[in-house]
């Protein structure tokens, strides 16, 4: 097979996980402003270290070191930086330019949200650049501190191709598209409080599908080649990222059902 072939058969393989976090209950039971700031506490974090994985792509397809020297491969280099481009640097409704992590501390200071964990984490991270302490130092949840465990787990001790595997298969377009509407819902419902929230989301869902899905799907074709070992590493990689997240998601979800239980309210 060629590799748009092989790039196809994966994406197959991969459904069945993928399906498991784009239906996942956690996404339909955010019917109430506390499960909305919950939720967005605890997603901050993956949104946080996916600037990571970026950054972790970037330093191994271009050259970031002085004295510089050309990249080895020019379009591999261009899709990466394409993306950092955005993901970094975006448009942020304001007339300026800041990383998509800010527009979503942004959102969170505007609704509400409690931003004092991902702020004490990247404090502590600024002082002695430990994940451990950071994540104890942000007091958070076992799950959020085995899921950002993973993924420097992965930045750290993962090749180029498991990297990027788990960049493009396991952190893009996971959304979905009815979680939006039940963020429009709740916003309409409590006078624009998550309107900076729905920004983020809207471009979010620009980036990735108009820009960035098609890109690291060409980089992605461009790492597995026709090679069956480099598309068996790349679906392996993708389903244990995938895996990683709907962990997350299911101790959000117990979360959720603690609210329940101290609101008596129904999901």
């Given at each position: 097979?060629?590799?748009?072939?092989?790039?196809?058969?994966?994406?197959?393989?991969?459904?069945?996980?993928?399906?498991?976090?784009?239906?996942?209950?956690?996404?339909?039971?955010?019917?109430?402003?506390?499960?909305?700031r919950l939720f967005m506490q605890r997603h901050v974090f993956a949104v946080w270290d996916f600037m990571s994985l970026l950054k972790?792509?970037?330093?191994?397809?271009?050259?970031?070191?002085?004295?510089?020297?050309?990249?080895?491969?020019?379009?591999?280099?261009?899709?990466?930086?394409?993306?950092?481009?955005?993901?970094?640097?975006?448009?942020?409704?304001?007339?300026?330019?800041?990383?998509?992590?800010?527009?979503?501390?942004?959102?969170?200071?505007?609704?509400?949200?409690?931003?004092?964990?991902?702020?004490?984490?990247?404090?502590?991270?600024?002082?002695?650049?430990?994940?451990?302490?950071?994540?104890?130092?942000?007091?958070?949840?076992?799950?959020?501190?085995?899921?950002?465990?993973?993924?420097?787990?992965?930045?750290?001790?993962?090749?180029?191709?498991?990297?990027?595997?788990?960049?493009?298969?396991?952190?893009?377009?996971?959304?979905?598209g009815v979680f939006k509407e039940i963020v429009g819902e709740l916003n309409f419902q409590n006078d624009g409080m998550f309107g900076?929230?729905?920004?983020?989301?809207?471009?979010?869902?620009?980036?990735?599908?108009?820009?960035?899905?098609?890109?690291?799907?060409?980089?992605?074709?461009?790492?597995?080649?026709?090679?069956?070992?480099?598309?068996?590493?790349?679906?392996?990689?993708?389903?244990?990222?995938?895996?990683?997240?709907?962990?997350?998601?299911?101790?959000?979800?117990?979360?959720?059902?603690?609210?329940?239980?101290?609101?008596?309210?129904?999901?």
């Amino acid at each position: 097979m060629n590799a748009e072939n092989w790039y196809d058969s994966t994406v197959d393989s991969l459904s069945e996980c993928r399906d498991a976090l784009v239906k996942h209950p956690v996404n339909y039971e955010i019917n109430t402003v506390e499960k909305l700031r919950l939720f967005m506490q605890r997603h901050v974090f993956a949104v946080w270290d996916f600037m990571s994985l970026l950054k972790s792509l970037q330093r191994k397809l271009t050259v970031v070191d002085v004295p510089w020297f050309p990249a080895i491969n020019g379009e591999q280099a261009r899709l990466i930086n394409e993306i950092v481009l955005s993901e970094e640097s975006d448009e942020d409704g304001q007339g300026g330019y800041c990383s998509h992590f800010e527009l979503y501390c942004r959102a969170m200071d505007d609704c509400g949200a409690a931003t004092d964990s991902i702020e004490n984490f990247q404090s502590q991270w600024r002082e002695d650049r430990s994940i451990e302490k950071a994540l104890r130092a942000g007091n958070a949840p076992s799950a959020v501190r085995e899921f950002v465990g993973s993924t420097f787990q992965t930045i750290q001790n993962a090749d180029l191709i498991s990297l990027a595997s788990v960049f493009a298969f396991g952190r893009e377009n996971l959304l979905p598209g009815v979680f939006k509407e039940i963020v429009g819902e709740l916003n309409f419902q409590n006078d624009g409080m998550f309107g900076s929230f729905l920004y983020y989301l809207n471009r979010h869902v620009e980036v990735d599908g108009d820009q960035h899905g098609p890109m690291t799907a060409n980089l992605i074709r461009s790492l597995g080649g026709n090679d069956p070992s480099n598309w068996n590493q790349i679906r392996d990689s993708a389903a244990e990222a995938l895996n990683s997240r709907r962990l997350l998601w299911d101790s959000i979800l117990k979360e959720f059902r603690q609210v329940d239980r101290r609101t008596g309210a129904t999901s």
